[in-house]
C-alpha cells in the first residue's frame, strides 16, 4: 500500500518491483509451487498459495512464515486484517489465518468457510475490503459478501458467465470480463449499463487507480491488453503482445 511497490511471481521466486525508480529487489526463492499471488494490505509482505502449502514473505526483512494449505485455491484477496487472507476453493471462499499478529501456530488454519452456493470462480475485493464480488460458477451470477460478518448478502445475475472481475475506485462500478466482452454493472442499482464485445476473450480485468480506463488482458483471436473508456467501454486502443497475458496488475504511484 505504498503505492509503488510491486510484487512479482517470477517462476519459482518472489521480487520486490519500485516502478518509480525501476529497482528490483533480490528475489526470495519460495519453498513452495506458488500459483498464486497478493500483497498483504501492511505494505510490506506478499503472501504465496499452492495446492499443498503457502507462504507469508516479509520483503522488507526477507523473512518467511510458511505452513501448509490444502484448499486448492484458484484466487485470493487481501483481508484489511493483515494476518488474514480471503482464498477462493472449490467449497467456498476460505478466511484463511496467516500466523502472523498473535496468531502463531495458526498459520494455514481455516477460521470459517463461507459457502456460496456453487464453486467461486474469479473473485474481486473493493479497496476498503468491505466487499468480495465472486463469480459462482455456472450460474451467471456474481456473489457480493460482506467480509466483516462473512456472509453472503447479495447476489447479482448477470446472464453470462465471468471469467475476470473489477472493482472502481469508487466502489459504484464493477466490470466482469467474459469470453464475449466487457459488461458494466452499476453497483448501486444493480443495473446492466452496458455490454461490449472484444476482439478476444476477456483472461483478466483491471480499472485505472482514477477510474478513468478499464484494462483487460486478451486471449483467443487477439492476444494483447485492451484499453477501454470506464464510461461507455469504447476500445481506445489495443497494445498486442506475442503471447496471452494471464494476469494485469495496476500500480499507483
Same mark, same amino acid.
Given at each position: 500500500?505504498?503505492?509503488?511497490?510491486?510484487?512479482?511471481?517470477? +517462476?519459482?521466486?518472489?521480487?520486490?518491483?519500485?516502478?518509480?525508480?525501476?529497482?528490483?529487489?533480490?528475489?526470495?526463492?519460495?519453498?513452495?509451487e506458488?500459483?498464486?499471488?497478493?500483497?498483504?494490505?501492511?505494505?510490506?509482505?506478499?503472501?504465496?498459495i499452492?495446492?499443498?502449502?503457502a507462504?507469508?514473505?516479509?520483503?522488507?526483512?526477507?523473512?518467511? *512464515?510458511?505452513?501448509?494449505?490444502?484448499?486448492?485455491?484458484?484466487?485470493?484477496?487481501?483481508?484489511?486484517?493483515?494476518?488474514?487472507?480471503?482464498?477462493?476453493?472449490?467449497?467456498?471462499?476460505?478466511?484463511?489465518?496467516? +500466523?502472523?499478529?498473535?496468531?502463531?501456530g495458526?498459520?494455514?488454519?481455516?477460521?470459517?468457510?463461507?459457502?456460496?452456493?456453487?464453486?467461486?470462480?474469479?473473485m474481486?475485493?473493493?479497496?476498503?475490503?468491505?466487499?468480495?464480488?465472486?463469480?459462482?460458477?455456472?450460474?451467471?451470477?456474481?456473489?457480493?459478501?460482506?467480509?466483516?460478518?462473512?456472509?453472503?448478502?447479495?447476489?447479482?445475475?448477470?446472464?453470462?458467465?465471468?471469467?475476470?472481475?473489477?472493482?472502481?475506485?469508487?466502489?459504484?462500478?464493477?466490470?466482469?470480463?467474459?469470453?464475449?466482452?466487457?459488461?458494466?454493472?452499476?453497483?448501486?442499482?444493480?443495473?446492466? *449499463?452496458?455490454?461490449?464485445? *472484444?476482439?478476444?476473450?476477456?483472461?483478466?480485468?483491471?480499472?485505472?487507480?482514477?477510474?478513468?480506463?478499464?484494462?483487460?488482458?486478451l486471449?483467443?483471436?487477439?492476444?494483447?491488453?485492451?484499453? *477501454?473508456?470506464?464510461?461507455?467501454?469504447?476500445?481506445?486502443?489495443?497494445?498486442?503482445?506475442?503471447?496471452?497475458?494471464?494476469?494485469?496488475?495496476?500500480?499507483?504511484?
Amino acid at each position: 500500500n505504498d503505492r509503488r511497490t510491486v510484487y512479482a511471481l517470477d +517462476g519459482g521466486a518472489v521480487v520486490a518491483v519500485d516502478v518509480v525508480t525501476g529497482r528490483v529487489g533480490e528475489p526470495i526463492v519460495l519453498q513452495v509451487e506458488a500459483t498464486v499471488i497478493a500483497a498483504n494490505r501492511d505494505g510490506r509482505s506478499a503472501f504465496v498459495i499452492c495446492p499443498t502449502g503457502a507462504e507469508q514473505i516479509d520483503l522488507a526483512e526477507r523473512t518467511r *512464515l510458511r505452513f501448509g494449505y490444502e484448499g486448492r485455491p484458484s484466487a485470493i484477496a487481501a483481508s484489511y486484517k493483515h494476518d488474514q487472507m480471503f482464498v477462493a476453493t472449490h467449497d467456498g471462499i476460505d478466511l484463511v489465518y496467516l +500466523g502472523t499478529s498473535g496468531h502463531h501456530g495458526r498459520g494455514g488454519q481455516v477460521a470459517y468457510t463461507i459457502p456460496l452456493g456453487a464453486p467461486p470462480g474469479a473473485m474481486a475485493m473493493n479497496g476498503s475490503g468491505t466487499r468480495i464480488y465472486a463469480v459462482a460458477r455456472g450460474t451467471g451470477v456474481v456473489v457480493v459478501v460482506d467480509t466483516e460478518q462473512l456472509v453472503v448478502v447479495d447476489r447479482i445475475r448477470l446472464g453470462v458467465e465471468a471469467t475476470a472481475l473489477a472493482v472502481d475506485a469508487r466502489e459504484s462500478r464493477l466490470y466482469a470480463g467474459t469470453a464475449d466482452g466487457v459488461v458494466l454493472l452499476d453497483l448501486p442499482s444493480k443495473e446492466i *449499463l452496458r455490454r461490449v464485445p *472484444l476482439p478476444g476473450r476477456a483472461m483478466d480485468i483491471a480499472v485505472s487507480p482514477n477510474a478513468d480506463e478499464v484494462y483487460v488482458a486478451l486471449g483467443g483471436a487477439r492476444l494483447g491488453i485492451a484499453v *477501454l473508456s470506464a464510461t461507455d467501454l469504447a476500445i481506445e486502443r489495443v497494445i498486442d503482445l506475442d503471447a496471452a497475458p494471464a494476469r494485469i496488475l495496476v500500480a499507483t504511484y
